[in-house]
């Protein structure tokens, strides 16, 4: 692939991944009524369960398999180096768009907080975790993670080299901080619809899933300096039990 194809490839991966995460808060948020989880016509509910299941499950899947060692080994003999990470951030926002597309309503309500007070708290907890979650990103180099980075580098014929491990900011506190942010919007909401629970559910059981597979990597990837961290830092919650 030429370099400026690539570096077109990559740019457009990286906007497109931005503008779906974006879409996806809105999506759950409580900024229309009803709030786009639960909008549109309903089906049989053992017919909704099945088709969120499996749309939450096929990207998780894909998130977490595609960004193992083993197959990113085979992945590469097909898909060119300098895209591998931008063709992988395409084909996860890509199911985050067929999820919130293909998402079937399940209106029936948890909870509903009525109060003033409790109400506008869960709000802000909701917009705090996602700013969060775009600060922590914002602390590392998470050009390299959407694969901006690479298709740079591509198109500068610079070679490519990992990004030194490095402690910074809230990093020092929390292993996960953007998995962190991501629970608290994921659940800070003053409307939970059974559809809503379900997504935060299963978001959530993959997030842990996902990190438990990360941790390995890392450590195997930065050996004694990884190890060092994980003991002296906390996995999701700052003070609560480390490992």
């Not at 969060?132 to 901006?148: R, T, V």
């Not at 490095?166 to 990093?171: A, D, E, I, L, T």
């Not at 299963?202 to 842990?208: A, E």
Request: positive net charge; glycine residues 8%.
């Amino acid at each position: 692939m030429g370099k400026i194809l690539a570096f077109v490839y990559g740019v457009i991966g990286f906007l497109l991944f931005n503008a779906t995460f974006i879409y996806f808060i809105v999506f759950i948020s409580n900024i229309f009524e009803p709030k786009l989880i639960d909008s549109g016509a309903e089906v049989p509910t053992a017919l909704a369960l099945l088709i969120n299941l499996g749309l939450i499950s096929l990207f998780a899947v894909q998130h977490s398999v595609m960004a193992r060692p083993g197959f990113k080994q085979w992945w590469l003999k097909i898909v060119p180096t300098p895209i591998e990470r931008s063709t992988y951030v395409f084909i996860s926002s890509l199911l985050l768009i067929l999820l919130c597309w293909q998402w079937q309503p399940l209106p029936d309500r948890v909870w509903q907080v009525e109060n003033p007070i409790g109400y506008w708290v869960l709000i802000g907890l909701f917009w705090f975790g996602w700013l969060f979650s775009f600060f922590a990103g914002s602390q590392i180099d998470q050009s390299d993670l959407i694969g901006l980075r690479q298709v740079y580098l591509y198109w500068r014929g610079k070679p490519y080299t990992e990004v030194p491990f490095k402690v910074v900011s809230v990093y020092k506190y929390i292993r996960h901080p953007i998995m962190l942010g991501t629970i608290i919007g994921l659940w800070a909401t003053p409307t939970m619809s059974v559809g809503h629970l379900i997504l935060a559910i299963g978001f959530t059981v993959y997030i842990f899933i996902g990190i438990h597979f990360e941790e390995k990597d890392m450590k195997a990837l930065h050996g004694e300096s990884y190890d060092k961290y994980r003991q002296e830092t906390s996995k999701v919650l700052p003070i609560l039990l480390k490992k």
